[in-house]
């Protein structure tokens, strides 16, 4: 059986949304230095903005939950009693 990890916090929920922010902001900003130095059209530009700018934050999102914690299974669930009163 694998050990207890708590929960992320508020902490990790702020980290993780810096992180979206972050990743986001280096994506377009690398799309528009291409596109800026000549090395891509206003098509490729828009292929880009459209479809591959939303699986690189889905990539982003997916390496953020693993580092910090929000990728437990079924398999970290413990069981929960009900105390008396």
Known sequence: MTP????????????????????????????AA???FGTMNVFAFGYIFLLVFP?????????LSV???????ATSLRPVYRTER
């Open 55 to 63: 699986v690189y934050l889905v990539l982003v999102a997916t390496a």
């Open 4 to 31: 207890y990890r708590p929960r992320p916090g508020p902490d990790a929920a702020r980290a993780f949304r810096l992180g979206i922010a972050a990743g986001g902001l280096i994506g377009l900003t690398f799309a």
């Open 34 to 36: 291409l596109y800026w």
């Open 67 to 73: 580092w910090l914690g929000y990728d437990q299974d």
